[in-house]
């Protein structure tokens, strides 16, 4: 007993476990106790329990375990936490207690199974129990079964799933052990009870014996339903129900509907085992399908026959088998073996059931044609394949076809698809049988029942009744206005015998005789049919709620999409007519009308019809008139009085007033009698000839009015309209037209053929009379408003002009809807109908117009040569087969859906190996979606499926092609059919992250607007659930988006019933995921009303088909796409309004809209500041994560809530995306109203903007990005500062964004990286944009370190932190990096920094490896060679633009982009970088105007929005320089949403040109340059051509460079076609560089290369040698000058140096060449004075000292010639006149002053000049030959001489430099210039004594008259004063007199103190107020008096002009300050010094 005592102190659960029996039977006991004790099933106490209950039940005394078992069962009943025991438990009873000897042990086992049950755990019992039908003890065995049995018995096949049951059912009927059999055969008995025939099929396998004795055991069954008897925890209302039946006394009639519900309609079709066949076809079936003997194709379908008896066929591609089989059917010459291959067809469609319903279409019009076969064996087996293959689709899929039968001539064929239709119907429902289905049917079934054979008559009454009885009468009567009574009250009559049998529809109606299939089938086909009917039966109960919406809602879905049941109408078309009886009439002869017009008209009155006397015809007419009035409509013999009205003279009648009566008449009597075609067609000419009257024109449009409402408009105006363009008459033309535009509009638009008009359209748009045109445009604007979008299409080839023209028409349509119809049929039959009718009709009036658009059939241009060369081993030729079936689409623009053999072949070019083939298959199939229109239905699951399957590719474009094509199919479709079945689950099943991710994100994208889904939907849950728990986490996060949306459609109860499979970890996560969705749940989008008709959005920008009654998908994904804001677009109106909040109800938002009316952010004083120190002070979180969690988000909206409207914050912090882009619209709309506001909470702001960078919906983050660009160009205006802690908590989330995929997002990210520059410094930019760069996502680095390149080059080394060492250290690493686009990145941006630091970057990067060493220095080597082409960034991946609305478009307007030579996509990329960073500026410069930017960026994202006006630059008048010049600010405006399209399209046309221009074609380049001269010549368009400067110019040399390398070369080549290339090419440029905003754009790259070109041309011998050669040479004269006038003139002086160096190196150069380069040099030292204030001198003195570093003056000094020296020292003399001592503080950017003597030579010429002047600087003085001081040190007169000597030597100034040195020898005549002449040409030294000698002739001759010639030109070029040598040398002499230049330098000192020149900052580019206010060099005019009273002047005008200039200049310039303060006096000093000049002169 001590034993005893040791172990009864322990607790319970230590006893259970104890080894001694007695202390766990013990322990068993008091478990047993205390689990009945527990009152609290959520106690902890349970918890200790969780894992012993396996022990209890397993324990192995006998004794115990029985204890045991009774505590298991206790704790199973109470604990909350048992469920969690179920396996372990279950599986402990089945294979530890089952086998026990003892009945109780087994009880208790059952019994905790059935317990485990009841806690909402079958399904894990049920496999246990299925587990232990494995196990080797046959007790085992029995006892499961029986568990089984009895589990079924209690609980119902609603909670014990059978289908896994019977699958094991007939391996138990065969086992030894005659228990198991007797047991299993209870167990068959219990199911048939409660499934009955259901069970047949899986078990006719069995043992006949056994069969035979379970039929008697099934036939004792009583017939009563069985009922559910013990329930479920959650059942417990059904339980309490049961009871009370059960002791009101049993079984009573009450229970007979629980009854019915408790049972579920079991079809034995999911009961059983699907078999794969395909791969048991006989291996040569394929061949001996098609061999010649009957005999051997027989046997093939034999063995065909025998696979598909099999009742359940395992999915798979039976494309090739079907197709054998319909060949059979259709060509097969051997009746035997039509009827055999329909058996198999109709064994496929009923074992793949809905899986077959891709192949219908394919197979019921053969089927239907064959039913020409007369014998009845055939006829049956064509009747039972036919109706098997109904029940795998729907009758909407199937009606194009059936309709297309039913104008069979054949009556056998017709009688049978009447039948065949009448068999279908019987399965329809009136939700699916919906009045626009039902239209076609009837109106081809009224035909029939007028037909002549009786059998075809009576079979289309027998549908017309079955109609009726399905749809009922109310749907049906409108159809069957027009039947007589007797043939109504015999379709009444056939509809009465129509039985429509509730639970299965096969043998009701008399044709189902033919059902009588093989014996083994029967229950199949029944249970087909079944299954058929249980689900229209729940698809009916669960959509009473949506089918009236389908009625009502009717009308508003137009323009979206098409009637309820889009398809078939193409079908319709010529049905129309149905609606109305068509009058008629024969043809009379002459004698018969008037013998018929005697009779009712005065006699007098047909004497006088063709009197002579005009009087006496007008009588005539209007008793003629008076007679019709009052004849009565039955008597009135129509054709009769319009031939009368049609007798001599007719219509030929000279008298208007005659006339109009006529006309009157024929109105007449079209409105009054039964007026035939005959009629008309006799009156239609003579009407046409007078339409363009002036007086008869309008009664003639009336008579053409009332013709059509007795004809129909689209018979009489396709009449008028061939009529009017028969004739040539244009008045008559344009008036037919604008009859016809008004008939639309009052007729409706229904019935017209489209197609017909166009051409007569196209005819009228290309007449030469501008009337003509005009009307046919305003024509097609109101077919636009009908017909939408694809009407474009038709004319997308016309001019570009005329095309505008048309788009502007449509735009005026835009967002109007089409005027309901005024006259005609539709008016008159709405008029009858109820309500519900008037929606359809009206719906029907342009019902999917795109299906009135005649669709070419291109099945017969789908050859098997064709499908073959598509399927062919060689890639190339299966591209080539591709193109072609591209072209064939392109071609027929609309198709049929019957593509024939196609399907198959794109199908499997879909899984090409080749990626590039996948894509053009992929753009094939959207254009093909767009050519076939809503039709594309029938191929969603042959085609569309296999699309979806690429999402899954691993390439990145592969996928967004994926995702475009099928966005393009589902525009078309509706989402129905791709959700209905198992394909998109199957999908979602395989394992592939990026497909899965991609799929999930569209469903995301989609479920949201569907207002119903197929029930198929719920297939895809448990794969959503798997995605929920995936690896990857962007396909978790994807799946977590779309669980709301599942959600939505397929409420929480069934989306948490189906956890139920899960493992009980999975289980919980899910469910809290689940709850999670439940609280973002979106409602269902609402049903768009009744009474906004068709008010809803524009004209049917797509008539999208909506699919089967009840779905309505608004807004095509574009637009989904697209910001919510954009009004009324297309349909979202209602889908925005739908998702409006998880379940707020809608009375709300009239509340909402009140509070709406004051600021959205409110400015709260020091509000900003306390949160900075909040934060400082940690006293809130600090804004830092990788991923936002809660406590940021709802520390940020705490914040917020005192500084944002209340209703802003809650759209900004909604669960749904859709409230995100709300509030971004109004952020959007109130930024520029609020900007203090904005400001004050702009680090909230910024904060939010974080948090939707980590959103997954595209449309917030484009939005999101939108507003932010906004957000920093106002903040710029505001001239704003970012502070420390704004841009720490927002730069580094912005940077992730700039390594998103897409390239939008990435150019979008770069644009604000830009803009952010502006208003925080870069240096600090660098060191975030130097964190990205570390990122993981290799994009991510990429564009971090190109964004680094771009910094440098704008802001040069200094904005390298922390210093420029470390910086470039940093970068280097990445030239190792293992993605080639981050290598090239790499690479790029430090050349960018080699290209303007030089060799000192190989020091600053220090030590690299050698393969990166060798990957640099072989860029930079490659940069050298092409300027700054190394800055291309090498892989330019095209945007790919989302479809905009047009989808067309995007396929006929296939970017010409993407034909750019690679060489131009890099040179593209170039001059992208180089023109942003031209815009980037120094930090400090905020206030360059805006004209002088080129943000690229900016400006693709420009939607054409900003108009900079720019003051033009070019006047000559003078006076306009009087007013201050003030530029206007840009005004920047919000970029429109879809800036996108527009701009793409412009930049890419330009793109396109422009590679164009480069062409090896001389013709293809002529034709390219007159493009964009003719752009460069419009002033308006000419800014188009900005961002695209250095790309052109590039194009451009290339081309000189191949003429003068090829063509010039080529014998055989017209010399005088490259003298037309050449004066093209010159002429293109003179204007580019006439216009100076663009020429400015010029890098200085491209200049160089460019200046190479057009020097090397100039020096070419062979142009000189042609005809016009010289005539070519003057012209590049005159472009040199234009380029170095106009050009940027920092770019320019820097590329001639770099060009001087390169070709003094180059040995090959030619000393000519040297020579040009350095005239160029000294024009551009002229120019300098005054364009010294716009360059950029740090960059020249660079560009100087690497001159000097590669030439030292000794090595200069060895030159042939002195001239480059003579150059080098005279512009380094000329910088230092004109910049003085400050000239070295322009040195910034050499690293080492040493490497050159740059600085040495400067500090000389300074020292001179200082010595010299005794004044700091003196810019303007030095110049003037007259002005130069006795005493000048002899290096001064060198330096004046050489200048001289300068202008000679140039072709322009030759004889002002002859001037200039003739007045310099006059004056020191002991000069000597012999120096100068000794080194030049002895032509050149005559040349210039001989000018010397003349000069002196003139002066003498004509006394002291100024001979300068450089004043009128320069003035022309430059509205800036002229340079003062030129005025002054000529002033100089004119009135004899010489004053000391002593004299004039204090009052030069007061001068440029008044100018402030003294103080002037140096800055990149001037404004344009600072170049017209800058003369930088006071001119002095040649009197003492004429100074004074100058200076007077000046001290007047200063004081008149001072605050207006100062004011101008402060706005629009960074550092000029004070310069223009006296600025127009100087002008208007200039102005009169110039009029004494010319008065001078004269």
Same mark, same amino acid.
């Given at each position: ?11 319970i659960d ?30 902890p ?44 438990v ?29 806690i ?35 609980f ?8 896994p ?21 209870l ?7 409660w499934i009955?025939?259901?069970l ?32 479920l ?32 309609q ?65 060509k ?26 891709q ?16 014998k ?9 394949a ?23 001539k ?38 029939h ?13 027998e549908?017309?009744g ?10 049906v ?5 027009d ?8 379709? %009444?009559?056939? +509809?009465?015998?129509?039985e429509?049998?509730? $639970? &299965?529809? !096969?043998?009701? /109606? =008399? *044709?189902? @005789? #033919? ?23 729940a ?20 323009? %979206?999409?098409? +009637? ?6 193409? $079908? &319709?078309? !010529?049905?129309? /007519? =149905? *609606?109305? @009886? #068509? ?17 009712v008209?005065p ?13 006496e ?7 003629f008139?008076k ?11 129509c054709?009769a009085?319009?031939?009368?009205? =049609?007798?001599?003279?007719?219509w ?24 035939s ?6 009156v ?7 339409i ?11 008579a053409?009015?009332?013709i ?33 535009s008004?008939?639309i ?55 570009p ?61 789908i ?26 689409i ?7 859906p ?18 590039i083939l ?12 767009t050519?076939?229109g ?18 899954g ?18 525009e078309?479709?509706?989402m ?17 992250p ?7 994100g ?7 607007t ?73 409602a ?22 909506a699919?089967?009654?009840s779905?309505?998908f ?15 677009a ?6 925005t ?7 707020v ?45 809660d ?64 959103d ?10 939108e ?13 704003y ?11 580094p989330?912005?940077i992730?964004?700039v ?14 990286l ?35 390149g ?45 290209n ?19 990957m ?11 300027p ?5 960034r ?37 001059y ?25 960026d900016?400006?693709?994202?420009d ?27 840009p ?28 062409s ?11 493009q964009?001269?003719e ?15 250095d ?28 003298v ?17 905003c ?6 200085a ?66 000393p ?27 960059r ?11 030439f ?39 690293d080492n ?134 005025v ?16 004039y ?14 103080n ?10 600072s ?16 100074l ?23 706005t ?31």
């Open positions: 007993m001590g034993d005893d005592s040791e172990w009864s102190k322990l607790p230590q006893k259970c476990e104890h080894k001694l029996w007695k202390a766990r039977l013990n322990g068993y006991e008091e478990a047993l106790k205390l689990f009945e004790k527990i009152d609290d099933e959520k106690s106490e349970w918890s200790k329990y969780l894992g012993l209950i396996k022990k209890f039940v397993t324990d192995s005394n006998a004794v115990a375990q029985l204890k045991g078992l009774e505590a298991a069962l206790a704790y199973v009943e109470n604990a909350h936490v048992a469920g969690k025991t179920t396996g372990e279950v599986s402990g009873v089945v294979n530890k207690v089952f086998n026990q000897p003892k009945a109780k042990a087994k009880e208790l086992g059952i019994d905790i199974c059935f317990m485990f049950i009841e909402e755990k079958a399904e894990i019992v049920q496999e246990e129990l299925l587990k232990g039908l494995d196990n080797k003890n046959p007790k085992i065995i029995v006892a499961c079964i029986e568990t089984l049995r009895k589990a079924l018995s209690e119902g096949s609603k909670i014990i799933s059978l289908k049951i019977i699958k094991v059912l007939p391996k138990l009927f065969e086992s030894r052990e005659k228990a198991v059999r007797d047991e299993a055969k167990l068959a008995v219990e199911i048939y009870r009955r025939d259901a047949r099929p899986p078990l006719q396998n069995i043992n006949s014996l056994q069969l035979k004795e379970l039929e008697e055991e099934w036939v004792k069954l009583p017939s009563s339903a069985p009922k559910q008897s013990r329930f925890r959650s059942q417990q209302e059904m339980k309490a129900k049961f009871e009370q039946q059960q002791a009101a006394g049993g079984d009573a009639d009450g229970g007979g509907d629980d009854g019915d519900e408790a049972v579920p079991v079809d034995a079709y999911e009961l059983l085992e699907a078999v794969e066949i395909l791969s048991k076809l006989p291996k040569d079936f394929y061949d001996k399908i098609e061999a010649k003997k009957w005999q051997e194709r027989k046997e093939a379908l034999e063995a065909v026959e025998v696979l598909v008896k099999n009742p359940k066929l395992e999915a798979g591609d039976y494309a090739d088998l079907v197709k054998a089989l319909k060949k059979v059917v259709g097969d010459t051997n009746v035997m073996l039509v009827a055999l291959a329909a058996k198999c067809l109709a064994g496929l469609a009923a074992g793949l059931r809905k899986k077959f319903g192949y219908a279409g394919h197979v019921v019009p053969t089927i239907l044609e064959k039913f020409k076969e007369k009845p064996q055939v006829v049956q087996a064509l009747q039972e036919i109706d098997a293959v109904f029940l795998t689709t729907t009758l909407q899929n199937l009606s194009e076809d059936i309709l297309a039968v039913m104008d069979n054949n009556p056998t064929i017709k009688q049978q698809t009447s039948l065949f239709i009448a068999r279908s119907f019987r399965h329809c429902t009136p939700s699916t049988l919906s009045k626009a289905l039902l239209k076609p049917f009837c109106a081809a079934l009224l035909k029942i007028n037909d002549s054979a009786p059998e075809v008559r009576d079979a289309a009454f549908a017309l079955t109609a009726l009885k399905v749809a009922g009468e109310k749907a009567n409108p159809f069957l206005t039947v007589d009574k007797l043939k109504l009250d015999r379709i %009444k009559e056939c +509809a009465e015998k129509i429509l049998a509730g $639970g &299965t529809r !096969g043998g009701a /109606g =008399a *044709d189902r @005789k #033919e059902n009588k299939p093989v014996a083994g089938k029967a229950p199949v086909l029944s249970g087909a049919a079944g299954d058929k009917d249980t689900k229209e039966n698809a009916k109960s669960g959509s009473m709620k949506k089918a009236p919406a389908a009625k009502t809602g009717g009308p508003s879905k137009k323009g %979206k999409q098409s +009637a309820a049941g889009g398809a078939g109408t193409a $079908g &319709t078309k !010529g049905k129309k /007519g =149905a *609606d109305l @009886k #068509e009058i008629f009439e024969p043809e009379l002869s002459i004698e018969m009308c008037e013998e018929k017009a005697s009779a008209l006699a007098a009155c047909l004497q006088q019809l063709d009197s002579g006397n005009w009087k015809r007008l009588a005539c007419m209007e008793e008139q007679a019709v009035e009052l004849m009565d409509k039955t008597e009135m013999p054709q009085l319009v031939r009368m009205l =049609a007798k001599k003279p007719g030929k009648e000279t008298n208007f007033q005659v006339m109009q009566i006529k006309l009157r008449i024929v109105a007449l009597v079209a409105q009054k009698g039964t007026f075609k005959t009629s008309a067609l006799i239609l000419d003579g009407l046409v000839d007078k363009g009257d002036v007086k008869c024109g309008n009664n003639a449009k009336e053409l009015t009332a059509a409402e007795a004809c129909q408009l689209p018979w009489t105006a396709e009449q008028v309209m061939s009529l009017a363009f028969s004739q040539k008459n244009p008045k008559n033309q344009s008036e037919t037209l604008n009859w016809l008004n008939a509009r009052e007729f409706g638009f229904a019935g017209l053929n489209v197609k017909a008009f166009i051409s007569n359209v196209k005819t009228a748009l290309a007449a030469t009379n501008p009337a003509v045109r005009t009307s046919a445009i305003t024509l097609l604007g109101v077919m636009y408003l009908y017909v939408g979008g694809p009407l474009r299409m038709f004319f997308e080839d016309e001019k002009a005329l095309l505008s023209q048309i788009d502007a028409e449509f735009e005026k349509m835009q967002g109007q809807t089409p005027p309901a119809p005024t006259r005609g049929s539709s008016r008159n039959t709405v008029g009858s109908g109820d309500d519900g009718e008037e929606g359809e009709e009206l719906e029907d009036a342009g019902n999917d117009v795109v299906d009135l658009l005649p669709r070419t059939d291109i099945s017969d241009k050859t098997s040569e064709l499908v073959s060369k598509i399927g062919d081993k060689n890639w190339k030729i299966r591209k080539e087969g591709l193109d072609e079936v591209a072209s064939i392109n071609e027929a623009k609309f198709i049929q019957n593509i024939g053999e196609l399907t198959s072949a794109l199908k499997n070019r879909l899984n090409d190996s080749n990626k996948v894509l053009q298959t992929l753009t094939i199939l959207q254009q093909l979606a050519a076939m809503p039709n594309i239905k029938q191929h969603v699951k042959n085609l569309g499926i296999p699309i979806i399957t690429i999402l590719d691993s390439k990145n474009n592969v996928r967004a092609a994926s995702l475009a094509t099928v966005n393009a199919w589902t078309q479709t509706g129905k059919e791709w959700l209905e079945g198992e394909d998109l689950s199957e999908e979602l099943k395989k394992e592939n990026f497909l899965r991710q991609e799929l999930l569209w469903l995301a994208d989609k479920l949201p569907l207002r119903s889904v197929p029930s198929d939907l719920i297939l895809c849950v448990p794969h959503l659930y798997c995605c929920l728990e995936d690896r990857n986490g962007d396909v978790r996060k994807k799946a977590q988006d779309a669980l709301p949306f599942f959600m939505m459609h397929l409420g929480f109860e069934k989306m948490a019933k189906s956890t139920g499979k899960l493992k009980p970890s999975s289980k919980d996560q899910v469910l809290v995921m689940l709850e999670k969705a439940k609280a973002n749940m979106p269902k989008p609402v049903p768009p009303n009744k009474t906004s008709s068709r008010g809803i959005g524009s004209a049917p920008a797509k008539s999208q088909a699919s089967g009654s779905e309505d608004s807004s095509s994904t574009a637009e989904t796409k697209q910001d919510a804001k954009k009004p009324k297309g349909g979202s109106a209602p889908k309004k739908g998702i409006q909040g998880k379940k109800p809608s009375k709300s938002n009239l509340k909402e809209d009140d509070d709406r009316s004051g600021p959205v952010f409110i400015f709260v004083p020091n509000g900003k500041e306390q949160r900075m120190k909040d934060e400082k002070g940690l006293k809130v979180l600090k804004w830092n994560f990788t991923t936002p969690r406590e940021y988000i709802e520390q940020l909206k705490t914040q917020m809530s005192s500084c944002v409207a209340k209703w802003l914050q809650d759209e900004m912090f909604h669960a749904d995306f859709q409230h995100h882009n709300k509030a971004l619209s109004v952020m959007v709309e109130h930024l520029e109203s609020e900007k203090e506001g904005v400001v004050s909470c702009l680090d909230l702001i910024l904060k939010w903007l974080t948090l939707r960078f980590f997954t919906n595209t449309s917030v983050l484009m939005k999101t990005l507003y932010l660009k906004l957000l920093f160009t106002m903040l710029n205006q505001e001239e500062h970012l502070t420390e802690n704004e841009a720490t908590s927002f730069i989330y912005l992730l964004k390594g998103e995929p897409k390239d939008v997002v990435r150019r979008d990210v770069r644009t604000i830009n803009r952010m520059c502006l208003v925080y410094p870069a240096s600090k930019m660098f060191t975030f944009i130097m964190e990205g760069t570390k990122s993981k996502n290799s994009k991510q680095r990429t564009e971090c370190l190109e964004e680094l771009c910094l440098v080059e704008s802001y040069g080394m200094n904005v390298c932190q922390p210093t420029p060492g470390k910086a470039l250290k940093e970068i280097a690493v990445h030239i190792g990096d293992r993605d080639n686009t981050v290598r090239n990145a790499a690479l790029n941006t430090i050349v960018t920094v080699y303007v630091h030089g060799d000192q970057v190989f020091k600053l990067i220090g030590n690299l490896s050698e393969k990166d060493m060798s640099l220095e072989e860029r930079i080597k490659r940069s050298a060679k092409r700054n082409a190394a800055l291309a090498q892989v330019e991946e095209k945007p790919q633009r989302i479809q905009s609305a047009n989808a067309n478009a995007n396929i006929l307007r296939k970017g010409p982009a993407e034909d750019m030579s690679s060489k131009l996509k890099i040179m593209y990329r170039t992208r970088i180089q023109a942003r960073n031209m815009s980037a500026h120094s930090e400090t410069s905020h206030a360059v105007p805006r004209e002088f930017q080129l943000d690229l900016e400006i693709e994202n939607n054409g929005t900003m108009r900079c006006e720019m003051p033009a630059l070019v006047q000559h008048k003078l006076d306009d320089i009087f007013e201050p010049v003030l530029i206007p600010e005004k920047i405006r919000a970029v429109s949403p879809h800036f996108d399209d527009m701009h793409s399209n412009t930049a890419s046309t330009i793109n396109f040109v422009i590679s164009q221009v480069a090896g074609d001389i013709n293809t380049s002529i034709q390219a340059l007159a964009i001269d752009v460069l010549r419009q002033e308006d368009k000419a800014e188009a051509m900005s961002g695209h400067i790309q052109f110019l590039i194009a451009t040399f290339m081309q000189l460079r191949l003429i003068y390398n090829t063509h010039m070369a080529d014998e055989k080549l017209d010399k005088d076609e490259i037309k290339l050449y004066s093209c090419i010159i002429g293109n440029m003179i204007s580019l560089f006439q216009i100076e663009l020429a400015r754009e010029a890098s790259g491209v200049l160089k290369d460019l200046m190479h070109g057009l020097i090397t041309l100039m020096l070419d011998s062979r142009v000189e040698d042609l005809e016009e050669g010289q005539q070519v040479i003057r012209s590049v004269n005159l472009l040199v000058v234009k380029v170095l006038e106009k050009s940027d003139q920092t770019n320019i002086l820097s590329a001639l140096l770099v060009l001087l160096q390169d070709s003094l190196l180059a040995t090959a150069s030619s000519k060449f040297s020579e040009l380069v350095m005239k160029c040099l000294w024009r551009m030292v002229r120019l300098l004075p005054e364009t010294i204030n716009t360059i950029n001198l740090d020249i003195m660079l560009d100087i000292h690497i001159f000097m570093k590669v030292p003056k000794e090595k200069l000094k060895q030159c042939k010639s002195e001239f480059p020296i003579r150059t080098l020292k005279t512009l380094i003399h000329t910088l230092c006149k004109l910049k003085g001592p400050k000239i070295l503080d322009h040195l910034t950017m050499i002053k040493n490497e050159s003597e740059l600085e040495a030579h400067l500090c000389r010429v300074m020292k001179h000049s200082l010595d010299q002047t005794g004044s700091k600087t003196d810019k303007g003085t030095e110049k003037g030959a007259s002005r130069i001081d006795e005493k000048s040190p002899k290096a001064k007169v060198n330096d004046i001489l050489a200048e001289i000597f300068k202008k000679i030597g140039s072709k322009e100034n030759t004889k002002e430099g002859l001037a200039e040195l003739y007045e310099y020898k006059k004056k020191y005549s002991d000069a000597d210039i012999e120096p100068f002449l000794k080194n030049s040409s002895q032509f050149f030294q005559n040349y210039v004594e001989r000018g010397l000698r003349l000069i002196e002739m003139e002066r003498e001759g004509k006394g002291r008259i100024p001979s300068s010639t450089g004043v009128s030109p320069q003035m022309e070029v430059s509205c800036v004063p002229t340079s003062t040598n030129t002054s040398s000529s002033i100089g002499n004119s009135n004899g007199e010489e004053v000391g230049p002593s004299v330098l204090e009052r030069l000192k007061i001068l440029r103190q008044r100018c402030g020149l003294d002037a900052k140096q800055e990149d580019r001037a404004p344009l107020t170049q017209l206010s800058k003369p930088s060099h006071p001119t002095v005019a040649s009197s003492t008096d004429m004074h009273s100058k200076l007077s002047q000046l001290r007047e005008s200063r004081e008149q002009y001072q605050h207006m200039d100062l004011d101008s200049n402060q629009h310039s960074s550092g000029i300050g004070t310069t223009s303060s006296s600025a127009a006096s100087n002008i208007d000093d200039l102005k009169k010094r110039l009029e004494r000049i010319k008065s001078n002169r004269k």
